[in-house]
């Protein structure tokens, strides 16, 4: 009893000294916005940037200087480092009436100039401490750098491969993408947005921008409600959940209204239902690009935005340049102005600016925290979490340190792919490749021959447009069967050959879809000739999406999918080479068996029609099976798990009484290594058509060799509802698989009642 009144006091202080802050900020902003023009309120909610780092877009803005001295900008991106960030801080905090300081704004999306794999590679670690850790490095070098706003989580479903952005996401499960989504929005922000090292997370794109019709980028989506609530909004949520102070509207249309101008999505589901106190921005021009989407024009897109709830407008400068007008025609009123002004000087006071606008901009920290020691033995260890192994026969790794390596292809001796996609603020010639990391674990006896053997394509038109942000694609003076000629013979040379092939970082990621996913011809010829020398082949994968392997990989001894791993790269991918590090990724999304698959997901449903190889009429391809090549889950390791007895506590479960689901796992290799235990359930009748499965828990855990553990799980009533037609959250009475797994196809199941 004592304990629960200090508890209630407790809580009630804490409570009571939030509203207090709350009523102190609300006071704060509203002598401020008392005192401001109209053209300063607006002018808070024009986000810019002068296009001194690399545009994501094509349009900057001009006369920059002028702008932030005369009010009209409320915060800039891309601009990069302390000098650049307090240039910009002086002239508002100097020139400007007000001397409302600037957001600075930037994609740090997997890591800043310390370089983390990219957001895929990351989700398949499925370690969620780890991430948040890794998000809370990222916020701490960021801020240093003098950042204060981080354009991340990116937290879109996906499930298209053809769509270069699943790169920056964290795959195709919304149950694991919220998990994430939550620990990244924690790691960045940290305990107060106050804090030197957090800055304020932003949580896109949304919505559902990662559904995009083919694949293509910027595309159309159109999907019912139901699949919405139960699949695709579930990771926004979570990190709504988790706090997040800013949200970024998609370029795309939800339900056939533009997500930038979308009232049901920005103001009656996100603020409404979802209870989002923070700032909304647009993406890069999305509020000019509803001129596109035949919205009509830039002032009525404006007015469209503004009223759906969005705050802030990134680079189309469409509310600086129509609300004022807007307003005087009573299009809109003071109050849709004041709302949006209000929720970007809030942003700004939960940083602390107005009391210390440079508060990130100290250059001694800069030094210390930016590309650190420290920082890179934090991107090199979650690199190796992200390493999935898809392949291995014959004990082939770990290699041994006095065998004798043949290193070829395109991807084994360069930097300038390591970092992968939306790396803005990261140099690539401070990476590590995989040549230099070999030597670095392998020790100086290594005995080690390299050869590039291929070009990454040999298409010119692909290569130029992988080069638009720098040389990423080199195609080499020699031909091609030179090259060849080369890897050929180290390769015949030595005992074992590493080939390290897949896509240049900008064959992914925005504005890079494709519609063959397959490695380039010119990287197959040299696997294939390289598995005609009968050494055995290792290949290491490097892409910023699920590639279709089919025919390129039945000849090699083992296959590693690493990603791009960023400026740790090479050293991470030799640790793992070498069993410094047992592999232990999981796959966050499924490997297509082939492009005409696609959506190949693992929890689709059962059809009418369940496939059937003797029934002509049951649902399947002449020419492919349906199932993806590698599962969502899935992932190997040098040891090797095995799953028994499984249990359950009892054959139902109720809303007040829990199912607890137990498994033995036995490490039954003779090698240490980490597993992910996955929990999948089937709801068996449903009043909407449920997936096959879906994950609803999962466990990370080390075993020693020889070791074995009861896993341990709880199943409740709450973890078996869904959205139904009504899009009400329920649980219907009846019967559940429980699956519990490796991956999500093998797996161990028992039945359970609901009642
Ligand atoms: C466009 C991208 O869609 C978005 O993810 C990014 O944050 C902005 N550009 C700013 O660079």
């Excluded at 003098?146 to 952005?165: K, Q």
């Excluded at 293509?216 to 102070?245: C, F, W």
């Excluded at 080479?577 to 190949?600: A, E, H, R, T, W």
């Excluded at 399947?620 to 028994?644: I, M, Q, R």
Aim: charged share 20%.
């Amino acid at each position: 009893m004592k304990k629960l009144l200090a508890f209630l006091t407790l809580g009630f202080i804490t409570i009571a000294s939030l509203h207090a802050q709350d009523q102190k900020m609300n006071a704060f902003i509203n002598a401020l916005i008392s005192k401001m023009t109209v053209d300063e309120k607006i002018g808070q909610l024009n986000l810019i940037t002068p296009g001194s780092d690399i545009p994501t877009g094509s349009v900057v803005s001009t006369n920059v200087e002028k702008k932030i001295a005369e009010g009209n900008v409320g915060g800039l991106f891309g601009v990069i480092g302390t000098e650049k960030v307090k240039q910009a801080q002086d002239i508002a905090m100097q020139k400007s009436r007000l001397k409302i300081p600037l957001l600075f704004g930037s994609d740090v999306i997997h890591g800043h100039k310390t370089t983390f794999p990219i957001p895929l590679g990351i989700s398949c670690s499925w370690d969620t401490a780890l991430i948040r850790f890794g998000a809370s490095v990222a916020a701490n070098e960021a801020t240093a750098d003098g950042l204060n706003w981080a354009f991340s989580p990116m937290v879109d479903i996906a499930r298209d491969p053809r769509w270069g952005r699943v790169s920056e996401g964290s795959g195709e499960d919304p149950f694991l993408g919220s998990a994430i989504a939550s620990a990244m929005v924690k790691g960045y922000q940290g305990n107060s947005l106050a804090d030197k090292n957090t800055l304020l997370a932003c949580v896109k794109h949304f919505a559902l921008y990662g559904a995009a019709e083919g694949g293509r980028d910027y595309n159309s989506v159109d999907m019912t409600k139901m699949k919405m609530y139960n699949e695709y909004l579930p990771p926004y949520k979570a990190a709504v959940d988790a706090g997040v102070a800013t949200v970024m509207s998609s370029f795309n249309d939800v339900d056939g209204v533009p997500a930038t101008g979308n009232k049901w999505l920005l103001t009656d589901l996100l603020r409404t239902q979802w209870g989002f106190k923070g700032m909304i921005v647009s993406d890069y021009t999305s509020l000019g690009e509803m001129v596109n989407h035949r919205q009509g024009n830039i002032s009525e897109a404006s007015i469209k935005a503004i009223k759906a709830g969005l705050d802030m407008d990134m680079v189309t400068e469409g509310y600086w340049g129509t609300l004022k007008k807007s307003l005087q025609e009573k299009m809109i009123s003071i109050t849709d102005i004041d709302r949006a002004c209000r929720m970007v000087l809030e942003a700004k006071y939960k940083l602390g600016l107005f009391e210390d606008p440079y508060r990130y901009i100290d250059p001694t920290r800069a030094a210390k925290e930016v590309l650190s020691e420290s920082n890179r033995v934090v991107a090199r260890k979650i690199a190796r979490e992200s390493f999935v192994l898809l392949k291995h026969n014959n004990k082939t790794l770990p290699l041994k340190r006095a065998t004798s390596i043949a290193l070829v292809g395109p991807l084994a001796n360069d930097k300038n792919n390591m970092l992968g996609t939306w790396a803005v603020s990261g140099d690539p010639q401070k990476s590590v490749p995989v040549m230099d990391g070999m030597k670095n674990v392998g020790g100086s006896s290594l005995n080690i021959r390299y050869a590039k053997g291929a070009n990454i394509t040999d298409d010119p038109n692909l290569a130029r447009q992988a080069n638009v942000f720098g040389l990423r694609v080199d195609i080499d003076k020699r031909s091609a069967d030179e090259m060849l000629q080369e890897a050929l013979s180290i390769a015949r040379q030595s005992d074992v050959v590493v080939a390290v092939v897949g896509e240049a970082s900008e064959m992914s990621g925005e504005a890079a879809s494709r519609s063959d996913i397959t490695l380039p011809a010119s990287e197959q010829k040299l696997l294939q000739a390289l598995y005609a020398t009968g050494k055995p082949v290792v290949v290491v994968i490097m892409s910023g999406r699920p590639l279709v392997l089919t025919g390129s990989i039945e000849g090699a001894a083992a296959v590693l999918q690493t990603w791009h791993a960023g400026t740790e790269a090479g050293n991470a991918i030799a640790d793992v080479l070498f069993g410094d590090v047992n592999p232990s990724g999981k796959l966050s999304m499924s490997f297509p068996y082939s492009v005409g698959q696609i959506p190949v997901y693992y929890s689709q449903k059962r059809t009418g029609r369940p496939i059937d190889p003797n029934n002509k009429f049951s649902t399947k391809y002449l020419d492919a099976p349906n199932e993806a090549l590698f599962p969502f889950g899935y992932g190997l390791s040098y040891t090797n798990f095995v799953y028994s007895d499984l249990k359950l506590s009892s054959s139902s479960l109720s809303k007040s009484q829990s199912v607890d689901v137990e498994v033995i796992l036995t490490n039954a290799g003779s090698l240490d290594g980490a597993e992910v235990v996955q929990l999948y359930v089937l709801d068996q009748v449903r009043s909407i058509t449920p997936p096959e499965k879906e994950l609803k828990g999962f466990q990370k855990l080390m075993l020693k060799a020889g070791e074995s553990k009861t896993i341990k799980f709880t199943i409740t009533e709450s973890m078996l509802r869904f959205y139904n037609a009504d899009l009400k959250h329920i649980s219907e009475p009846g019967m559940f698989t429980v699956m519990v797994g490796g991956n999500s196809k093998d797996v161990l199941m028992k039945d359970v009642e609901l009642k």
